[in-house]
């Protein structure tokens, strides 16, 4: 029963950890550029404020696909978090995403379809190489199912280390930073997909990606297997490696993400599911 | 063949300062033709300096033309006016006029090249280089006593001296600042991501920018040596302080980064001569002569050639003023330089362009 | 300034005649209201010698058709399209309504009469 | 639960250069540079009117970027406040009178607070913004809701007219608590 306990409060409180990931990178990345930056709980701030602003929607199509992104990302979550079948947490976090795009393509502004088209494109570059490590870890273990990963008694890490390097790189795409924030794009598109979101609807946007945050850094923990210190200091170290990457770099064009993503981390994914198959 | 989209950017855009309008046609992102508005800003301040304000207030007036050149306004539109009354300005004036200007430029430029890491994308680099920037508006504080909208320059000379203690403190500065200016070079210069981001983009080659008749730094980014400060006219005595022209090749937003930022090492060192050489004289030639007859300046602003023409017709009030300024010029070729590029570049290229409408359209 | 007389008819002929891409920068276009006639300039300069400013001027009445010189300068078109919307003057190939909303009377640098 | 705390701790800001020179404009850029730092604020340039609560305006309102101004305050959501930047977007200032100037942005929206200056200081912005965030906790909720008419629609040969309606909708006042 113990080991039920917590994943079930884990995703529970994962909007309220997420937010507060979100929080501290807000002051970390601050801290980078020599500011002193928001207080820690400002994304709950900003999240209550914009429960009290008025309702403005598109069309009652746009804000209902806003909020069931919210809730099917939700549901991906909790399937990685309780144990189930990798490949369907992927395609359910996919299929999250693809009504995040639906929402985009559903207005008439152009920076949103834009928006819509890069999010498109951003999936083809991260989608293949999460696939392969899903495969991967079915290797090591013998499993689908993440149970088994959390589990496994020796760290994943030493088994597949290129295919950690792999999920390094795509994760700035995940995440939406630079120099791979194509898909929001604050100085060309103004946010892409989530510009017509507004009030309570933007506010299911703006936590899917406090979710989004608890999502990759619970794949990032997979790799530790069932040693929580590991797994600890595996998050530190990509939470630290993502803002010095997003404060140290331009946003490349979608051209460029997508070929260095599938020329590099997808190789490095392929490179080390060969080796896993051959070992 | 794709589908060809239309992107309107402008005139609210969070890339841009101040309101501009670009239509890109853009086919998978790639940037066919370009369609600008320029004129949100007009004001007809042309219009106002002949029948409002009188020749001498006007100095303070066409200041207001644009908040990032004032100095480079009132300085020429004072040169101008002391050729219709037929008088010259003190030496000590002219060499306080150029150190102003000077720092006038450190500062655009910086907020020129904030302005493309910002574009770009490239968040930590843009608050850097606002943190180097802060010295040279306080320095211009120190000098004319207010961040922007100096007022430094009015017809016969200059309003405010510097004081020995103001420019012991800028040459300290300068000493400190020089450090952070080759780091931001280093930055520039090396950076994969931000080189992804420039290189290429934006292009214009030498030919074109002749032929578009372009000034600025933009045309020396394209090999096209252009610079007012290169005249060894009496206006002001560039070449006596250390002047020396910068000229890229390539034409692009990396091009033009790097223009701009070796621009700074040769204003420091016109800043460090003219401190150190400052002649004693007065400050102002009085005189109580009205504007009679046409006259022609030209002067080298942060981006470019500025152009004043005033005809006077012996009363206070001027019988036409026109003001050319750098990024009129510029328009023509501005719009054709997007094309075949990715829209992802276009703010960064915008950026880089440096352009000031309110220049442009008065 | 080397001030140059031309005419509207002859004005391309002159410009054409003068204007070398690779030796002259061309700067700006403009106007004067001198009452009855106006008074339109070109300037030019030359990059080999930048003080040496060259000004085409013509007299024209404010009904006259302008020439278009932007098949020899290319980039004449913005100081065109500035010109003719706030002195309104006629210049061929050339809109008004670029500078100026249409819901205002154009001409606002013409003489008061 | 009082939500209205919390617009005090999360403005959100949006920029529109009504036609000034761009001296508080890069005052603006200045303040979220590292020497200001208005992000300690919870402020974000969000850049986007559909989630931005404060918008600062300078320059005075020419003709061509008028409509703009307007259809940009339209497009924000209930609550929000307008901070002039500037004499300009204040009065007019200099520009005060000349033929495509409006003079001063109160002359088509509300202005909350008026910032002077020319151009304003990064310390006057952050204090004219800090002011507008007390009015901005002060807004009620009475702002958004929607006029509902009270009379039957006149119909005129088969057609609601809407210009009558329009005439006879009882306008509320916004009131302050």
Redesign the interface.
Known sequence: MKGFIIPVLLIILAPFIGGLVHGLERIVRARMQRRIGPPLLQPFYDFLKLAGKRKMIVHSAHAFLGIMHFVSLWFALALLLLGGDLILVIFLHLLSTSLLILAGYSTRSIFSHLGANRTAISILAYEPVLIILAVSFYLVTGSFETAAVFNYDKPLLLEMPLAFVALLLILPVKLKKSPFDVAEAHQEITGGTEIEFSGIFYEAVYTAKWLDYVFCYTLVYLFAGNNILLGAALILFTFIYVNALDNSSARVNYKQMLRFSLAVAFSLAFLNLILNIVI | MGKQ????LG?????L???LHFKFTTEN?KIISTDANV??????????CCT?FKFRQVS??VG?????C?ISHSTAYSQVAEKLVNIEAPLRAKYLRMLVIELDRIHSHL?CLS?V????????????T??Y??FS?EMLEAVCG????YDFSIVGGVARDLKAEVAGMILQRLKTFLPQLDELVDIFQN????S??NKGAGAITREAA????V?GPFARAAG???D?R????DLLPWKEVGFEMVTDTTGDVYARNMVRLRELYISIRIIRNIIASLPESALVTETKAFPDG???V?LEAPRG?L?Y?A?GNKTQML??L?I?APT??N???MVEAFTGN??????AIIASYDP?L?CT?R | MNKIETSVDSLKKDIGAFYKPDLHHFMVMNAVDLGDKIELQWFFCNYAFPSAVTTFYTLISPDTEVPDISDIVPSAWVAQAELADLMNINIENTKKGFVLEPDFESGPLRKKK | MKLAVYRKKSPWILHYNAGGCNGCDIEILACLGPKYDIERFGMINSGNPKQSDILLVTGPVTKRSRERLVEVYAQMPEPKVVVSCGACACTGGVFRGMYNCEGGIDQYIPVDVYVCGCGSRPEQIIDGVIKALDILERKTLELEVSVRLKKVPVEENGQVNRREVAAKIIHTQHTYE
């Open positions: 989209y239309e992107i309107p005139a609210q855009h969070i890339s300062l101040e309101p992102e004129y949100y800003v007009h004001r007809g301040i042309e219009e106002a409002k303070f007036v207001r033309v644009c908040g990032l004032s907020l302005h890491a910002e574009n770009a994308g490239f968040e930590a680099l843009f608050m850097k606002m943190q920037r802060e508006m207010n961040r922007i909208q950076n994969w991501t931000l992804l981001k002749m032929r578009l008749n000034v096209l040596a252009i007012v290169n005249e060894t006219e046409e006259a022609v030209r050639e152009f023409y005809k019988e036409r026109k050319k009129f010029s328009v023509a070729a990715e829209y992802g570049s276009a703010p000031c309110s359209s």
